[in-house]
């Protein structure tokens, strides 16, 4: 008998990129949240947006909530990125 092992791991490598430039202060700044819509989210991104704005002096915090909690960020959620000076995107079980 013959046993076949396969390696389920992609043969090309992905794409790297470079992080962005770290921000030197909160202060004043729009936070973007992007939500996987789970329950789970709303008390954890509720308690974030206040410290953000209380402890950090974020000016704006937006949140966004994707239309699918498996797939990518909606294309018009990606378009608005660009907009905020930082992201942060969180899941909720």
Not at 13 to 24: I, K, N, S, T, W
Not at 45 to 65: I, P
Not at 69 to 79: E, T
Request: aromatic share 6%; glycine share 10%; no cysteine.
């Amino acid at each position: 008998m013959t046993l076949r092992v396969l390696d389920p791991s992609s043969e090309s490598e992905a794409a790297q990129g470079q992080p962005a430039p770290r921000l030197a202060s909160l202060r004043g700044k729009t936070v973007g949240f992007i939500s996987n819509g789970k329950e789970g989210t709303v008390g954890y991104f509720s308690h974030l947006d206040r410290m953000l704005r209380d402890e950090f002096g974020v000016a704006e915090v937006v949140v966004r909530v994707k239309s699918n909690y498996s797939a990518p960020a909606d294309p018009a959620i990606v378009a608005e990125i660009s907009q905020w000076d930082a992201v942060i995107s969180g899941i909720g079980d």
